[in-house]
């Protein structure tokens, strides 16, 4: 197991044990800001190099993925009968993507020295969009009471999205010769800052995990069922477009997680009567826990499969 992942269990065991281990408020969110804008530099950095348009044409096809996996994930949630407005919020989250998430399987892959096409995180700030939208006219329809400016700069000026766009910005305008002193940030710099988010990660997720005495089977059932059935729709997407090994699984990854930052932030204000329980519960004390440790490995297995088979 990657030494980074064990950070991320000694957190979610010490937190279970009701130990007093806490990271200070303002070090979480410094580890935060490093980490998205690392992931966003090294993007922009590749993508400067290997703008296409090939590259366009992936990106709509990673949009109609961000609309189609909020869809699925209603359709799921209305099953198990959730009302409209939680299973929409939730929807929401797994439409959206987990930076943590896609930051470990950078770590994982890079650690196993396989390739994948670099300028992913731009897929990342891609998919965490559609879904909010998404979300709230599966739970509201197009409605008049609907404050579009107010979630437009939420959902586009929030941190997560800031950062994310702002370091693939500077990556690429730089360029990779003008980067270099800043390097570090994503290579040598990165494990360490990941572990200690993790750490953190891992004592938040400990504290969500008692709310499965509220809400019980039904939405464990869609936090573990969900992620399998993105991170198999994201593979096979990825085939068709072509991607390598690494970024096959790195697809299936990022379409297997659920958003805890960006989309929680803006549903507040666009879905007031929503349960945030519910969402952070299922996103961050089951489908991440799960994908750190069991879900990358599998994703990888899965994409390793479907180019054996030719796809």
Avoid: C
Avoid at 175 to 189: C, N, Q
Avoid at 209 to 236: E, S
Avoid at 266 to 278: G, I, V
Avoid at 280 to 308: C, D, H, K, R
Wanted: glycine fraction near 10%.
């Amino acid at each position: 197991m990657d030494p980074v992942v064990l950070f991320f269990v000694f957190g979610l065991v010490a937190g279970l044990l009701k130990s007093e281990l806490k990271l200070p408020a303002a070090l979480y969110e410094t580890l935060s800001i490093i980490l998205l804008l690392a992931i966003g530099l090294h993007g922009g950095v590749e993508l400067a190099e290997q703008a296409s348009l090939q590259l366009l044409g992936q990106v709509a096809q990673v949009l109609a993925l961000g609309v189609g996996l909020p869809l699925l994930a209603f359709a799921l949630l209305r099953g198990l009968r959730f009302d409209r407005v939680n299973a929409a919020a939730v929807a929401a989250h797994y439409g959206s993507v987990s930076a943590g998430t896609f930051a470990v399987v950078v770590a994982y892959l890079v650690s196993r020295e396989i390739h994948f096409e670099s300028y992913m995180p731009l897929f990342v700030a891609i998919l965490e969009i559609p879904a909010i939208l998404v979300g709230i006219v599966l739970a509201k329809g197009i409605s008049r009471n609907t404050q579009w400016r107010e979630l437009g700069r939420e959902i586009f000026l929030g941190k997560s999205i800031m950062l994310l766009l702002g370091g693939l910005l500077i990556g690429a305008i730089a360029g990779k010769e003008a980067i270099k002193p800043l390097e570090p940030l994503y290579t040598s710099m990165f494990k360490p800052v990941l572990a200690f988010f993790l750490l953190e990660m891992g004592l938040i997720a400990s504290g969500q995990l008692g709310a499965l005495k509220q809400f019980g089977l039904r939405l464990a059932t869609f936090a573990l069922l969900m992620p399998l059935l993105g991170a198999l729709i994201g593979a096979l997407l990825a085939r068709g477009m072509d991607l390598s090994l690494g970024g096959t699984a790195m697809l299936a990854t990022l379409a297997a997680s659920a958003s805890y930052i960006a989309v929680p932030a803006a549903l507040r204000l666009a879905l007031p009567e929503a349960n945030p329980s519910l969402s952070l519960t299922a996103s961050l004390g089951i489908t991440f826990p799960f994908n750190i440790l069991v879900g990358i490995p599998l994703y990888l297995a899965l994409a390793e499969q479907l180019i054996a088979w030719g796809l």
